[in-house]
């Protein structure tokens, strides 16, 4: 059982930069991958970053590519989203989400967050 925190969202102008933090708690976070999803008003949830559980593999969707950073601290048990060179686009509420395997490549998102508002202003 995983349970899962979200914190650092609220609006921003366009170009300025947020930092997502995600507070996990359970026994298996060190060993679980992790990832950050989006919901935009009236799209599907989609995913935005993963990262494997020691943090050495990560993988972005090409929107946010060389924009996002997805990084995770164990010790601390948390995983963040820095995201920089915000886009009126990126306003959605971003969700993290805790998976099946250590790698993000064979997970199944198995335990969500609560989500945080990001709005990004033109």
């Known amino acids: 059982q995983v349970e899962l925190v979200e914190s650092g969202g609220g609006l921003v102008q366009g170009g300025g930069s947020l930092r997502l933090s995600c507070a996990a708690s359970g026994r298996t976070f060190s060993t679980s991958s992790m990832a950050w999803f989006r919901q935009a008003p009236g799209k599907e949830r989609a995913i935005v970053a993963a990262?494997?559980?020691?943090?050495?593999?990560?993988n972005y969707v090409d929107s946010v590519k060389g924009r996002f950073t997805i990084s995770r601290d164990n010790a601390k048990n948390t995983v963040y989203l820095q995201m920089n060179s915000l886009k009126p686009e990126d306003t959605a509420v971003y969700y993290c989400a805790a998976g099946s395997s250590r790698s993000p490549y064979y997970s199944s998102w198995d335990y969500w967050g609560q989500g945080t508002q990001v709005i990004v202003s033109d």
């Open positions: 990262i494997s559980w020691t943090g050495s593999i990560t």
